[in-house]
């Protein structure tokens, strides 16, 4: 494939991460990769899939060894995304798993939770899910109606969650519930609910527009008990955890659609150098060179500005309204570079051999999950 941007290095990059890109490329083009189609296919990973990336080393790599993550940083999250994602082997749900739910254990979980919880995850003998959205509400979130209610030294938790990534798969599930239904946002707490829980049921896999590798369901929780100890941080709190780590959702987001914008005009390249028409190779045409050089700029000013984003994160001065930026103007750029790649690659570009025809479908869902690109609009426009 070729490479887009030869002569660019990302200023956070350095010797021992870019030994990590090594070996998370070849271990993601040769041991997952081979199976996406099946597991396309089939609607779900294998299991094995999980428990295989984990003994690679491949999860919970921002996680202090201690609680069996490799140690590193969010560097190190990044290089393995994007090698997953170039190798073309998305299905794992191991975005949700390592970069979303994971931190929500290192930052507000106990010592005892993180001992519980963290290395399973790590092993991939656990997967993790956060499910926050509701049939009724998604990008309001404050009006959650799921329940969990103190009882002794348990919390007691009804209501129902949906689109759920890894719901099928999961193991330990960060449920976001009232604890206080009175209170909006102030009565919102995380507790954490094992699969096999009394009360807690698994709905259907749900069939989607793309991604279809990646399991999507329906959670159920009927007077479900769990224990008091696994409410995550501080009752009440739960709305401002969630807010405190959108940023690196929606940075990760959007880290994403980079990857997937240069993988699109990659591949592009490769197809437009060796299709012909009239006699001239597709590139040859100067629709296709203007169409392909907005696309490179358009992709390179993407990958600066969230090399940028990552930077600040690193320091810890990544806004809200910044990684909304990132989100919302990326994702929408991705999915208006692959359709332009899409139409380059003519009526192969309609085939599912293509790996661009499934970019297209699978890249739909960027603009709404991890909150809509209307609500980052609206995120961004209170800093106006
Ligand atoms: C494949 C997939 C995986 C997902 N994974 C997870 C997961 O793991 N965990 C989880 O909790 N959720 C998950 N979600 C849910 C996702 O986060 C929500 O779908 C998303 O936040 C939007 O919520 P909604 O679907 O309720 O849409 P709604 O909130 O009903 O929005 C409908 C439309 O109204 C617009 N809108 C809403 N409010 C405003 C406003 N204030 N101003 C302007 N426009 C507005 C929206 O932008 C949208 O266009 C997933 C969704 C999908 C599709």
Sequence with gaps: MTDLFENYTSPWMNDELSMLRDAARKFFTTELAPHQ????????VDREAWS??????FLLAEIPTQYGGSGGDYRHETVILEEQLRAGASGLGSQVHSQIVAPYFLHYGNDEQKQRWLPGMAAGTHVGAIA???PNTGSDLQSIRTTAIRDGDEFVINGSKTYISNGQHCDLVIVVAKTDPSQGAKGISLIVVEAGTEGFTKGRNLKKLGQAAADTSELFFEDCRVPAENL?????KGFVQLMQQLPQERLNIAQAAVVEMERAISLTIDFVKERRAFGQRVLDFQNTKFKLAECKTEALIARTFVDQCLVKHMAGELDASTA?????WTTDKQNQIIEICLQLHGGAGYMDEYPISRMYRDARVQTIYGGTNEIMKELISRTL
């Design 37 to 44: 189609e099946s597991w396309e296919a089939n609607g779900i």
């Design 232 to 236: 995550l941080g501080e009752e009440g």
């Design 324 to 328: 909304s930026m990132a989100k919302y």
């Design 52 to 57: 295989k990336t984990g003994a690679a080393g």
């Design 132 to 134: 926050m959205t509701e």
